[in-house]
């Protein structure tokens, strides 16, 4: 179970950083802008978990197969 949790946090770094790297490049004061990154980052973090349960899910059929 750790290996999955360790490609969850892997992901989630990897893309937390994109998220920020390309987010500097627009720059604003609005707040409809930071409610878009907020919602950005909520769904970093949902794609980042389903990747870690699909790596679960195909190690799974692995080992029944």
């Known amino acids: 179970m750790a290996k999955y949790i360790s490609v969850f946090f892997l992901s989630l770094m990897v893309s ?5 790297l ?3 490049v627009f720059d604003g004061g609005d707040y ?8 950005g980052t ?7 978990f389903l ?10 059929i692995k080992r029944k197969l």
């Not at 937390?16 to 920020?20: I, K, L, P, T």
């Not at 990747?51 to 799974?60: E, F, G, P």
């Open 42 to 48: 909520i769904i970093v973090i949902l794609l980042s």
């Open 51 to 60: 990747i870690s349960l699909m790596y679960y899910l195909i190690d799974l």
């Open 16 to 20: 937390v950083m994109f998220f920020f």
């Open 32 to 39: 409809a802008e930071t409610v878009i990154y907020i919602f």
């Open 22 to 24: 390309f987010a500097s």
